[in-house]
């Protein structure tokens, strides 16, 4: 079966997941050799079997009924009722606390709301993220809005954050919070008793909210696939 491999310098040991998509994420430190790894894969066979068979690969609902159902995307801060109509081209329009996804009739309704919802990310997320590293006195060299798989966000040791635009569909508090945590890692490259103290000090229900997230990742990753 088909595995990803990732070497990640922040792991502190190997690691074996399944990803939001059902794949199976080998997750190799530094320091460690591939063969390795490789070794720890074929120990967890079984493991994987068992796991893999289990996970579905997409989302129960599509990213157009999500939010339906839901009604809302939030940034700067803010929940911004939402409604969704169709017209001759696509376009967001703005209207105080309410935005109004207009698609066209003509296209894939999935792929348009997908790409109007990046577009949007790619400002307010941006916008937001420079805001709070000024806000917390922190250097930032540049931001990035991207369709990560599996990730909310990173943090490069050359001061680069990336973030992914599904963070306008989950509440404010913890797409703050998922902001807060990669701009964290501006001073703290790693996931230490320092960083969480740090983290802490920018938000102090910081642990609740990785909790709140980590529950929800699973559905609003598989999302817009």
């Not at 017209?87 to 967001?92: E, T």
Request: include cysteine.
């Amino acid at each position: 079966m088909p595995v990803l491999v990732r070497r990640s310098n922040r792991a502190r040991r190997l690691r074996l997941t399944i990803g939001v998509q059902g794949e199976a994420i080998l997750t190799i430190p530094r320091g460690c050799s591939r063969a390795e790894g490789i070794k720890f894969l074929h120990k967890h066979g079984d493991w994987m079997k068992k796991h893999l068979g289990n996970r579905k690969k997409k989302s129960a609902l599509s990213l157009m009924e999500f939010l339906q159902k839901q009604g809302w995307l939030s940034f700067a801060g803010k929940k911004y009722s939402i409604k969704i109509s169709f017209g001759n081209s696509s376009r967001i329009k703005f209207m105080d606390d309410f935005l109004c996804f207009v698609l066209n009739r003509d296209g894939d309704e999935e792929l348009e709301l997908i790409g109007l919802l990046r577009q949007l990310a790619s400002e307010k997320l941006k916008t937001r993220t420079w805001d709070l590293a000024e806000e917390k006195q922190l250097s930032l060299a540049r931001i990035s809005v991207r369709n990560q798989k599996s990730r909310w966000g990173s943090c490069s040791d050359r001061g680069t954050v990336s973030l992914n635009w599904r963070l306008l569909l989950i509440r404010p508090d913890l797409q703050d919070y998922i902001i807060l945590h990669e701009l964290a890692h501006l001073t703290e490259m790693n996931h230490s008793g320092t960083f969480w103290l740090l983290l802490e000090t920018y938000d102090i229900r910081a642990r609740k909210h990785d909790r709140e997230v980590t529950k929800i990742s699973r559905e609003i990753m598989s999302l817009g696939r």
